[in-house]
């Protein structure tokens, strides 16, 4: 347990369909991100947040659209997505000030568009 | 040029070998760097965190830092089936974007 969950662990999802994943953190980080990880590629990053601020859209197409609430929650809406998106996707969470700046990752949600 | 360069591999040692993993990088501005181990289908956990040049030692893991060089490495002494997995480098500047290695898939023989 790292303290980073994500939810759902697994998703298969239609063309058509809607569907939103959802990653908490309980380590009081300010920082949150959404990052894509595809085989045999490294970690594309899409999204940051900072303060529930966004700070960073990687050039992610409008099918994903991320939400934060507050520091400690962060979502994923998704949309009319392609198969070329299924991936697995990781929520991570960092502390942006002081010596200790790592980021802790969830479990990721395993996606599946069919 | 990639920000990050690391060779994926695969790698295989067998049991109680020492294995050594490397990255290098372009960017100078980088002031901390990670290890992660991944699992098939989990996410990638933190094993090391080294801010700056130099090492940490951590049981059987080692993390070297050459800034000069733009060279890290993370060593695994005595290592055993459990290590198999993907372990991927990370680092970064000031600023909380993070920049990933491909990643080094390691199987260790029993």
């Known amino acids: 347990e790292t303290g980073v969950t994500q939810t759902p662990r697994h998703l298969v999802m239609g063309m058509t369909n809607k569907k939103s994943l959802k990653c908490e953190q309980h380590?009081?980080?300010?920082?949150m991100y959404w990052y894509k990880q595809s085989a045999k590629k490294p970690l594309e990053l899409m999204f940051v947040y900072n303060f529930k601020e966004q700070t960073e859209n990687n050039s992610v197409p409008s099918r994903f659209s991320p939400e934060c609430p507050n520091s400690s929650h962060l979502f994923l809406h998704l949309h009319t997505l392609q198969p070329e998106d299924s991936a697995l996707y990781l929520c991570?969470?960092?502390?942006?000030?002081?010596?200790?700046?790592?980021?802790?990752f969830g479990q990721g949600t395993r996606l599946t568009v069919v | 040029q990639k920000e990050v360069e690391q060779d994926p591999g695969p790698l295989s040692v067998p049991e109680g070998a020492i294995v050594s993993l490397n990255c290098t990088y372009s960017?100078?501005?980088?002031?901390?760097f990670m290890w992660y181990r991944q699992y098939s289908r989990k996410g990638p956990e933190l094993l090391m965190y080294?801010?700056?040049?130099g090492n940490k030692e951590d049981g059987r893991f080692t993390a070297q830092v050459d800034k000069s060089s733009k060279y890290i490495s993370l060593f695994i002494r005595d290592s055993q089936p459990s290590d198999s997995a993907t372990y991927l480098c990370a680092m970064k500047k000031a600023g909380n974007q993070f920049y990933f290695g491909t990643g080094t898939s390691l199987t260790v023989i029993p």
């Open positions: 960017n100078s501005a980088f002031q901390y």
């Open positions: 380590l009081g980080h300010n920082a």
């Open positions: 991570a969470s960092s502390q942006e000030q002081g010596s200790n700046t790592e980021a802790f």
């Open positions: 080294t801010y700056s040049s």
